[in-house]
């Protein structure tokens, strides 16, 4: 029978969930210049719609139907044709209202994406990868680990996504940013956010609505939920913690950016063990991801050359991979029965399925990004031109501005302070380049 609380619970989670992809765009937003503010919220908040259609009609027949061979869903749910009011089998929630949280997990990952390539992507190419991305990377994975598909019969534990949504969105958006190439004086012009006040904002919302992610995928008002509330706070806080003093003991000087990037790497590490583990380990994935992605991000990054703008891959991809992991070491069925013990509770088979499924999800997601990426730009052109991105995506591509100044009455190449200071940078370059040559 359908228990009210456990309905409501899913149900406020689902709302919760939502919020988070309006607050990742603030996140994003303010961390890109200011010329391409809008752009990077319009990705964002577009990605809600379309792939909310995408869901109903397409999206969980493929993930949540009938398994075919423990690869795909049977498109026996297509349009949710037969999915009502009925109790979703083995719950006591209606089925559409399992419907509507896992939309919101489907809208959120390829929203992670747009930070690992902001500033430089046209918008119909955008629309064009994202949608084919959610249908043939996004659907059949959410399927084999959450659907009845073969890495969830290997064993593999993912409790809210970090197999599903952080690694492949992660990994996804590093083979796209290395396809399109770096941005225009990316090394030598300063590309700093633009307003730091939008990027906390947001980053709180995320972390609210994590409560909804992670606490939400109990599936009831219960005490697997509560455990996951806890060890979400936990996790978020340490990793803050641990990412600010890495950043000050690297830098000099701790950031508020940097306290931000750090709640979110904590998020996204405790994301696959939420419901598994308990609050003290949860502790420690934390402090370990704030420290693992910081180093991804200041270090990997600049040793590698890749221009992740926003470091989707360094947060979600790093702390994805740390998470699941994590999941292979602490889980425990004295947290979840339904669960598995980890290597510290005196099993490593799980461990053994954690690297296999994090194998699995990082081929999928630069193999599968790599075609649909050579796909779209088949028929297509992916990236702006040099000159317009320059001028910022704001004008070129929506005809609008984030903000209205003095500075932005004119020349809509030259626009505002930033476009000049880059135009002037990046014509020096070439003439210094230039007279190398001669």
Same mark, same amino acid.
Request: glycine share 12%.
């Given at each position: 029978?359908?228990?009210?609380?456990?309905?409501?619970?899913?149900?406020?989670?689902?709302?919760?969930?939502?919020?988070?992809?309006?607050?990742?765009?603030?996140?994003?937003? #303010?961390?890109?210049?200011?010329?391409?503010?809008?752009?990077?919220?319009?990705?964002?908040? +577009?990605?809600?719609?379309?792939?909310?259609?995408?869901?109903? %009609?397409?999206?969980?027949?493929?993930?949540?139907?009938?398994?075919?061979?423990?690869?795909?869903?049977?498109?026996?749910?297509?349009?949710?044709?037969?999915?009502?009011?009925?109790?979703?089998?083995?719950?006591?929630?209606?089925?559409?209202?399992?419907?509507?949280?896992?939309?919101?997990?489907?809208?959120?990952?390829?929203?992670?994406?747009?930070?690992?390539?902001?500033?430089?992507?046209? +918008?119909?190419?955008?629309?064009?990868?994202?949608?084919?991305?959610?249908?043939?990377?996004?659907?059949?994975?959410?399927?084999?680990?959450?659907?009845?598909?073969?890495?969830?019969?290997?064993?593999?534990?993912?409790?809210?996504?970090?197999?599903?949504?952080?690694?492949?969105?992660?990994?996804?958006?590093?083979?796209?940013?290395?396809?399109?190439?770096?941005?225009?004086?990316?090394?030598?012009?300063?590309?700093?956010?633009?307003n730091l006040p939008m990027t906390v904002l947001g980053a709180a919302l995320l972390w609210?609505?994590?409560?909804?992610?992670?606490?939400?995928?109990?599936?009831?008002?219960?005490?697997?939920?509560?455990?996951?509330?806890?060890?979400?706070?936990?996790?978020?806080?340490?990793?803050?913690?641990?990412?600010?003093?890495?950043?000050?003991?690297?830098?000099?000087?701790?950031?508020?950016?940097?306290?931000?990037?750090?709640?979110?790497?904590?998020?996204?590490?405790?994301?696959?063990?939420?419901?598994?583990?308990?609050?003290?380990?949860?502790?420690?994935?934390?402090?370990?991801?704030?420290?693992?992605? +910081?180093?991804?991000?200041?270090?990997?990054?600049?040793?590698?050359?890749?221009?992740?703008?926003?470091?989707?891959?360094?947060?979600?991809?790093?702390?994805?991979?740390?998470?699941? %992991?994590?999941?292979?070491?602490?889980?425990?069925?004295?947290?979840?029965?339904?669960?598995?013990?980890?290597?510290?509770?005196?099993?490593?088979?799980?461990?053994?399925?954690?690297? %296999?499924?994090?194998?699995?999800?990082?081929?999928?997601?630069?193999?599968?990004?790599?075609?649909?990426?050579?796909?779209?730009?088949?028929?297509?052109?992916?990236?702006?031109?040099?000159?317009?991105?320059?001028?910022?995506?704001?004008?070129?591509?929506?005809?609008?501005?984030?903000?209205?100044?003095?500075?932005?009455?004119?020349?809509?190449?030259?626009?505002?302070?930033?476009?000049?200071?880059?135009?002037?940078?990046?014509?020096?370059?070439?003439?210094?380049? #230039?007279?190398?040559?001669?």
């Amino acid at each position: 029978m359908i228990d009210t609380g456990d309905t409501a619970w899913v149900l406020i989670s689902a709302a919760m969930v939502f919020v988070m992809t309006p607050g990742l765009a603030f996140f994003y937003g #303010g961390m890109v210049r200011s010329k391409n503010v809008l752009t990077t919220i319009m990705q964002s908040f +577009f990605i809600v719609a379309m792939i909310s259609v995408e869901w109903i %009609i397409l999206g969980y027949a493929m993930t949540f139907g009938t398994d075919v061979n423990g690869f795909i869903g049977q498109l026996d749910k297509i349009g949710l044709a037969g999915v009502g009011l009925q109790v979703l089998d083995g719950g006591t929630i209606p089925e559409l209202a399992f419907v509507a949280f896992q939309c919101m997990f489907a809208v959120i990952t390829p929203a992670l994406i747009t930070g690992a390539f902001a500033e430089r992507m046209r +918008f119909a190419a955008f629309a064009v990868f994202i949608l084919l991305w959610a249908v043939f990377i996004y659907n059949p994975m959410a399927h084999w680990v959450w659907g009845g598909g073969f890495l969830a019969k290997l064993g593999a534990l993912d409790f809210a996504g970090g197999l599903v949504i952080h690694i492949l969105s992660g990994v996804s958006g590093l083979t796209i940013c290395i396809l399109l190439g770096k941005r225009q004086g990316y090394g030598d012009v300063a590309m700093i956010p633009h307003n730091l006040p939008m990027t906390v904002l947001g980053a709180a919302l995320l972390w609210f609505g994590w409560f909804g992610f992670n606490a939400g995928s109990a599936l009831g008002a219960n005490a697997l939920a509560a455990n996951a509330f806890v060890t979400t706070q936990a996790a978020a806080a340490a990793a803050t913690v641990s990412w600010v003093l890495a950043e000050w003991y690297h830098s000099g000087k701790p950031t508020l950016l940097g306290a931000a990037s750090g709640c979110v790497a904590g998020l996204v590490a405790i994301t696959p063990a939420a419901g598994f583990v308990a609050p003290m380990p949860a502790v420690i994935i934390g402090l370990v991801g704030g420290i693992v992605c +910081f180093m991804a991000v200041a270090v990997l990054k600049e040793k590698l050359g890749y221009d992740d703008s926003l470091d989707a891959f360094g947060v979600h991809g790093i702390g994805g991979t740390w998470g699941a %992991i994590a999941t292979g070491l602490w889980a425990t069925t004295e947290v979840n029965p339904a669960g598995t013990d980890g290597l510290f509770y005196g099993s490593s088979d799980l461990l053994v399925a954690q690297v %296999i499924s994090i194998v699995v999800a990082y081929v999928l997601a630069i193999v599968g990004s790599y075609i649909l990426f050579k796909i779209v730009s088949s028929f297509m052109k992916v990236r702006v031109d040099e000159t317009e991105e320059i001028a910022g995506l704001d004008i070129v591509e929506h005809g609008e501005r984030g903000y209205a100044s003095a500075m932005s009455i004119g020349s809509p190449l030259l626009g505002d302070l930033e476009n000049s200071s880059e135009l002037l940078a990046n014509t020096v370059l070439q003439a210094n380049t #230039g007279a190398l040559k001669d």
